[in-house]
């Protein structure tokens, strides 16, 4: 039965459910001690020395707590595989990769089961790149080379949606390091132990 088939007082009665369901507290989101995940995705690799900007297939692997409904905290490891190209003779190559902490700070939304939220915090990235020109004598000729490790600031978005323990989710996140500033997009899941 829809409002508009009622007799008596359609629109007072649909203002009335309407105020109703929105006056209901949100549902409570779950709190978790300890979960542990991993995604996979896409990785978009830059190093700005080399004009180098493509993408591969990236995965990471999170541990992580929230024990407020609106908190939480994790530490990752992030790979951005290692992705190569040879354009006009010249071969370049780069991996970045290492560790991550982020703070993540959920949206308060009254749909149960699913979690909007943001995340900040610190990535400790090492950066591998090289350019050589191809078909130079015997071998190759380099023309650039680096290997950095830097602790830059990094955020991310995400989704997520949770049946009993388990959570599917989705993230963006986007990264500084070395010359560059990569992203990772992955799909994942995690499991909460506590």
């Known amino acids: 039965m829809t409002c508009n088939t009622w007799r008596l007082g359609p629109a007072r009665v649909c203002l009335a459910l309407a105020l109703s369901v ?3 507290p949100a549902a409570e989101a779950e709190t978790s001690l300890l979960y542990v995940g991993a995604g996979i995705g896409q990785a978009n690799t830059r190093v700005s020395q ?3 900007n493509t993408n591969d297939f990236g995965w990471k692997a999170m541990v992580g707590t929230r024990p ?3 908190l939480g905290a994790e530490l990752s490891y992030v790979d951005f595989g290692k992705p190569n190209r040879t354009i006009n003779g010249v071969y370049n190559s780069a991996a970045i990769n290492g560790a991550t902490a982020y703070g993540l700070f959920y949206l308060p939304l009254p ?3 699913f979690d909007v939220y943001a995340k900040a915090g610190l990535a400790r990235l090492h950066t591998t790149a090289n350019a050589a020109q191809t078909g130079c004598g015997l ?3 380099p023309l650039f080379n680096l290997d950095r490790k830097n602790t830059e600031g990094t955020y ?3 989704g997520q949606v949770r ?3 388990v959570a599917a989710r989705i993230e963006y996140e986007h990264y500084q390091t070395t010359g560059g500033s ?3 997009l992955t799909v994942g899941v995690t499991y909460s132990f506590l």
């Open 68 to 70: 407020l409904s609106w």
């Open 182 to 184: 990569p992203t990772l």
């Open 50 to 52: 080399i004009d180098y």
């Open 111 to 113: 749909v149960p089961q």
């Open 156 to 158: 991310g978005v995400g």
């Open 22 to 24: 929105m006056a209901l």
């Open 139 to 141: 071998g190759s000729c």
């Open 163 to 165: 049946f009993g323990p």
